[in-house]
């Protein structure tokens, strides 16, 4: 606590300088506004500089006092210091913020800012311009938030959402300003000088939905991921619409009244559609370019990420200079090509840009929060109307909830999950408005409106109001919705471990559901992606470069399979043992533990264990720095075996991770790691062993009976044929010609097989929408580009390639089994199953 | 599955038009046995399973793009084409639970009986509590899971059991000293009858507390 008050103190230093170097200001410009200060502003500082010059100089001096050189630029930075130590307060105490949200005491802490400002000048100073807050604030957020856009998920909710971002904006806006205007003209605000069209105005301005104070609470109590995207997205495309909306109503206001005639009415509304539509196709225009762009900035690494960041500032400041929709431009951008950067960038790059992203985005989100309460301290703008302000207030929930309601009604016709009622409650209530509101009602025009401070009075207590109360309240009654989805009683052993395998079952189930269903839309895009637009925008080897694991592994078991056949022939007994571990360098690492240092981490994590995605980067850090065994300090663990702590500990710690935890991609402040890829390999290194063994197994069951030796040349010659492609890619595992036998593979099967790894895992692994394309996860990636790696040896196209041709005339040989009708050798294999797991212990 | 005891009244005339439309005239890829009984599995599938229509229609298109020749069952590798089967630690578990003892297919019915343990429990109760258990039902699903330890069908989680499934979820570092002492104890924490082994009433107790609905569901099938 003492830390902390040494903070505040250090803190209203800060401020207290900041306002004395703007009062120095003060002085030369009367209503200077901060923060970037744009250029014109930067040349009078200058041109004022230049003032004392020429003034003669005695003698030489050594040192100068040059405040005039570095005021702007030393503004800024200050402000930017203070406001980021002001998110660094406020994440001190962790009892304020979870009840109030971040974005809440953000602005309250710039209430404080404010006063301080307000004390020191007797004058607002310092507020948010609308210029600096959409050019210089707004882009990085947007980015951001565009980039890492959980985007099957988006996509496959895409309807829905444009429901939600066109229809009911549009709504928001026509109904609160209609009924604005309605009770004006009922006489409840007393006398004011707002025609409709200014309302309407004014409502288009208050549909901008804000999500990040929504996507924090969401963060923090895991809503499903449906209701997660919808309003994230809807948050995120709402914002380009109300600008467009904002700019149609404008224009009519400049227009004037009468001159509004039908066929105005119907530009209006054509703009709308050109204004949003054009913004959207700019930014995947520019998508095409950015991903383009990347399959060649390897040559220069080190600003690779750089090269994201400045494309998408340009889409956005080019769609603003054709007067498109700049932040559905840069949105379109992010969304569209992340999946192809992501792959044709190194690693390192995709990290950086996506550390960069944060950095740049939470420091600007800070920063609009703080000056949201900053700018309220003034009092130019504040017009008190109470029955305007509370009016306002009623409306714009109650129209939200009405037009959610009706929306969703709509949508749940025809939707197959239908959005349930909890969940568009919620949807409604957190219809919170932000900084956007704010910009727009600043960028007003005191000539045409002349009720302006009134509006952006207004406009700010309902900032406040949504911000701070409705996110107070936000996460009790997402709670109070939701009481059956919060457990937390898997202290038991038991319980750990069947929570584990609830989860599993229920990955898997989806899985073989196909989770998010499969459509002819789809699987033609998919299928255009795969041969087209993959080849325009991905590099070559990125194309390859993922299939890397699956492509060992295939090789791996093409070789045991090899082998088998080989080993059979010479020694002429079928029992094929092998030490796979010798071809798994990966599995030898076993990894030390010492107890010892982990204990108290493990007593301190004791309370809450519910496998949270808090969890992961624990187990990762614990796991992670000891990659070598050292034979003592395994032994000393053998022996601290005996409590009931460490069972717990090796159950936390290394039960496998299920991708259930992965599911809400995009975070605010930090990007998770999703399923280790190291994990997700073992298993299936392991999965793809045992079903090769119950094959064998299978095999070496029946095979003796009908061993004979025209067969085994016949076998031989067959795998020669076939397995040709395996020998280059068995001694460069990883060169060049990985590529080139997994699409030799492909062809050669492609006709009897049809795609199976593609077809099965179209609704899982579609290319195009794969979220965890972010998570930089190889095994998730692996599958789309390529269909011959994806071959698992239990599909039947293996099998046959594994057998030989003559196998088709039924022959009773078991490796035939996959194809042969099942009634015959199958309740063999299928009791070789259970049996496997005997061979992995 | 004939044991199921369902009055046929109840099902809508035009949900059996749909089901016939969608199941009956795609005969080619049922087994005969299905054609036979298509009242009561007409009425099973659509009131037992309480899946809505639409569902049927969406699992049936994955029944068949699972069933990649065609044939109008599903085989073991069938499943294994699937790719997130093959990076789930108990995927084989999951793929033997779709096949009772003996068989080696798995026909529609069985496939829908089987994912309707995972719809998520109905909101209203059946009024008559004569009617029998849903699938989907806390009880079901628990068995459902109980199974997948259960591999040699003994209706207990011996000892072996445990240690072979733990073993297939846990990560290779693990020792197998550990992993004794962690089947010891997971198996001592919940036998209550001393029998060294884990019987399901045994397992159901262990769970009381858990939301088995909340966890076991899926979104998919609401």
């Not at chain 1, 009773?812 to 194809?819: L, Q």
């Amino acid at each position: 606590m003492a830390f902390l008050k040494n903070f505040s103190l250090f803190l209203i230093l800060l401020v207290i300088f900041n306002t004395q170097c703007g009062a120095v200001k003060i002085e030369k410009k009367d209503d200077y506004t901060f923060k970037k200060s744009s250029t014109d502003t930067g040349s009078t500082t200058n041109t004022s500089g230049d003032g004392h010059e020429p003034a003669a100089i005695q003698t030489l001096p050594i040192v100068t006092w040059k405040w005039h050189h570095v005021e702007t630029p030393y503004l800024v930075a200050l402000w930017i210091l203070t406001c980021w130590l002001c998110k660094l307060v406020c994440e001190l105490n962790h009892k304020i913020t979870s009840v109030i949200p971040e974005s809440g005491v953000l602005i309250i802490l710039g209430f404080v800012l404010g006063g301080i400002v307000w004390g020191a000048d007797k004058a607002q100073t310092f507020k948010l311009v609308p210029v600096n807050f959409f050019y210089y604030l707004l882009p990085q957020i947007i980015l951001d938030a565009s980039y890492c856009m959980p985007n099957k998920l988006f996509f496959s909710n895409l309807g829905a959402i444009l429901v939600h971002a066109v229809i009911a904006t549009c709504w928001n806006a026509a109904s609160v300003g209609i009924a604005l205007w309605g009770c004006y003209e009922g006489g409840a605000m007393g006398n004011l000088d707002i025609g409709p069209l200014q309302f309407l105005l004014f409502g288009a301005l208050l549909s901008a939905v804000d999500p990040v104070a929504v996507i924090a609470v969401f963060e923090e109590v895991h809503v499903n991921e449906v209701l997660y995207i919808l309003v994230f997205g809807e948050s995120l495309l709402n914002d380009g619409v109300t600008v467009v909306l904002y700019n149609v109503f404008d224009a009519f206001v400049s227009l004037g009244g009468p001159k509004i005639n039908a066929a105005e009415i119907i530009k209006g509304i054509i703009s709308f559609f050109v204004v949003a539509f054009g913004g959207s196709f700019l930014g995947v225009v520019f998508a095409v370019i950015t991903s383009m762009l990347t399959r060649i900035t390897y040559k220069v690494q080190v600003i690779e990420a750089g090269f994201i960041i400045v494309i998408g500032y340009l889409s956005y400041l080019t769609a603003e200079m054709l007067s498109l929709s700049a932040i559905l431009s840069i949105t379109f951008m992010g969304v569209c090509c992340q999946k192809y950067i992501n792959a044709n960038m190194d690693e390192k790059s995709v990290t950086t840009l996506r550390y960069t992203l944060k950095v740049m985005a939470n420091g600007s989100e800070t920063m609009i929060f703080i000056f949201l309460g900053v700018s309220a301290i003034d009092k130019n703008i504040w017009v008190w109307n109470t029955g305007f302000i509370l009016l306002t207030i009623l409306f714009i929930i109650v129209f939200r909830f009405m037009g959610c309601f009706f929306l969703n009604w709509l949508l749940n016709m025809t939707r197959l999950i239908p959005i349930s009622f909890t969940d568009q409650l919620v949807m409604s209530y957190g219809g919170l408005r932000g900084a956007v509101a704010y910009g727009l009602a600043a960028l007003l025009d005191e000539k045409k409106i002349p009720e302006k401070n009134l509006m952006l009075g207004t406009t700010l207590i309902i900032v406040y109001f949504t911000v701070v109360l409705q996110g107070i309240t936000m996460k009790p009654l997402v709670q109070w919705l939701n009481v059956k989805r919060s457990t937390k009683s898997d202290l038991t052993l038991n319980g750990k471990a069947n929570n584990r395998v609830f989860e599993h079952v229920v990955t898997a189930m989806e899985d073989i559901c196909g989770r998010m269903g499969d459509n002819w839309w789809t699987r033609n895009w998919n299928y255009f992606e795969k041969n087209y637009v993959c080849w325009l925008l991905m590099k070559k080897d990125a194309r390859k470069i993922n299939d890397k694991i699956l492509g060992a592994f295939h090789t791996l078991n093409m070789e045991d399979a090899r082998n088998y056949v080989i080993e059979n022939e010479a020694t002429g007994s079928l029992g094929f043992i092998r030490n796979y571990d010798a071809a798994n360098v990966d599995f030898k690492e076993k990894l030390a533990f010492d107890y010892q240092d982990i204990m108290p981490n493990i007593m301190a994590d004791m309370s809450d264990y519910d496998f949270n995605i808090e969890n992961v980067p624990v187990t990762s850090i614990i796991r992670n720095p000891i990659p070598s065994v050292s034979m003592d300090i395994h032994e000393q663990d053998m022996r601290n075996i005996n409590g009931e702590l460490t069972a717990h500990h090796i159950l936390d710690q290394n039960l496998y991770q299920s991708r259930m935890h992965n599911r809400p991609a995009y975070s605010r402040s930090n990007y998770n790691t999703t399923q280790n890829p190291e994990e997700v390999q073992e298993i299936f290194q392991r999965t793809m062993r045992n079903r090769l063994e119950s094959f064998k197994a299978a095999k070496r069951g029946v095979s003796p009976a009908n061993k004979k030796i025209s067969k085994h040349s016949k076998k031989d010659s067959a795998m020669k044929t076939n397995g040709k492609p395996v020998d280059p890619n068995r001694t460069h595992p990883f060169g060049d010609e990985d590529f080139e036998f997994s699409a030799d593979s492909a062809s050669s099967s492609e006709a009897a097989a049809n795609f199976p790894g593609r077809r099965s895992g179209a609704g899982i692994d579609n290319p195009a929408f794969i979220h965890e394309m972010e998570t930089s996860s190889p095994m998730r990636n692996t599958p789309q580009t390529q269909t011959g790696n994806s071959r698992l040896p239990w599909t039947s196209t293996d099998l046959k390639r594994l057998a030989p041709p003559r196998m088709t005339d039924r022959s009773t040989d078991s490796v035939m089994m996959a194809d042969a009708p099942v009634n015959e050798k199958a309740p063999e294999k299928h009791e070789d199953k259970p049996g496997s797991h005997n061979t992995r212990l | 599955m004939r044991c199921f005891d369902v009055t046929r009244r109840s099902v809508p005339a035009s949900l059996m038009k749909l089901y016939k439309s969608v199941i009956l005239n795609k005969q080619i890829h049922q087994p005969p046995m299905l054609i036979e009984h298509k009242h009561t599995h007409a009425v099973n599938i659509l009131q037992l399973f309480t899946i809505s229509t639409a569902h049927i229609i969406r699992l049936h298109d994955r029944f068949k793009e699972l069933d990649t020749e065609r044939r109008g069952y599903l085989c073991p590798q069938d499943f294994g084409a699937i790719k997130g089967l093959a990076i789930n630690p108990i995927g084989d578990r999951i793929i033997g639970a779709f096949f009772s003892p003996g068989r080696e297919t798995v026909d529609f019915y069985t496939f829908v009986k089987i994912l309707a343990h995972f719809r998520p429990a109905d909101n209203i109760r059946p009024k008559e509590s004569s009617s029998p258990e849903p699938i989907n039902s806390r009880t079901n699903k628990l068995k459902f899971v109980f199974q997948m330890y259960d591999l040699d069908k003994d209706g207990k989680i011996s000892r072996i059991d445990l240690l072979k499934a733990l073993r297939g979820m846990l990560e290779m570092q693990v020792t197998e000293e550990q992993l004794d002492s962690i089947v010891d104890r997971t198996i001592q924490e919940a036998d209550l009858d001393g029998d060294d082994a884990i019987s399901f009433e045994e397992f159901r107790k262990s769970l009381e507390k858990v939301n088995i609905d909340h966890k076991m569901s899926i979104r998919f099938l609401r």
